[in-house]
C-alpha cells in the first residue's frame, strides 16, 4: 500500500514532510481508519525511490504526533483516536468542513491552481486567524 502516497523531489518541500503530511491527510479523511497497517519502512521507500531514513523520519514524526503507532509484531497502525480528540487528525472531521474542502480543491483544480499554492493559499488565510 503506498495509497497513492508520492514524493516530488524537485518541491521545495523535504520528502519526509510530503509523506508525513500526505499520510496525516489520509487518517484526517478516514482514508486510513484506526488499526489500518502501513507499509514497513523499507518498503515505502522502495515504493517511493527514497531513502529509507526519510520515510522512518515521516513515521517518527507521525507517532510523536498520536496518529500511528509501531507495534513490534504487528507493524506500524493507524493509532485509535482518545476521546476529546474528534475534529482533530485522526478524528471524525464535520461534514460541513469537509464538504468545503471538497469544494476548495474542485475550485483549485478548475483555476489550474498547483497544490502547492494551494495549501500556500491555505496556510496564509490559517496565519492571518
Keep these: 500500500m503506498n495509497a497513492g502516497i508520492s ?16 499520510i496525516s491527510s489520509l487518517i484526517a479523511i478516514g482514508a486510513l481508519p484506526a488499526g489500518s497497517r502501513l507499509p514497513t519502512v ?4 522502495a515504493d517511493l525511490g527514497i531513502a529509507a531514513g526519510t ?19 504487528n507493524g506500524t497502525v493507524v ?31 478548475e483555476a489550474r491552481l498547483s497544490d502547492e499554492l494551494l495549501l500556500d493559499l491555505v496556510r496564509g488565510k490559517l496565519r492571518k486567524g
Excluded at 514524493?7 to 503530511?21: C, F, G, K, N
Excluded at 520515510?55 to 509484531?73: D, F, M, P, Q, T
Design 55 to 73: 520515510v522512518g523520519r515521516a513515521y517518527k514524526e507521525l507517532e510523536a504526533a498520536g496518529l500511528i503507532e509501531s507495534r513490534r509484531r
Design 79 to 109: 493509532a485509535h483516536t482518545p476521546p476529546g480528540r474528534a475534529g482533530q487528525a485522526g478524528g471524525t472531521v464535520p461534514e460541513a468542513v469537509s464538504a468545503a474542502v471538497d469544494l476548495l480543491v474542485s475550485a483549485g483544480r
Design 42 to 45: 523499507r518498503s515505502l521507500a
Design 7 to 22: 514524493v516530488d523531489l524537485r518541491s521545495a518541500t523535504p520528502p519526509y514532510e510530503q509523506i508525513r503530511s500526505q
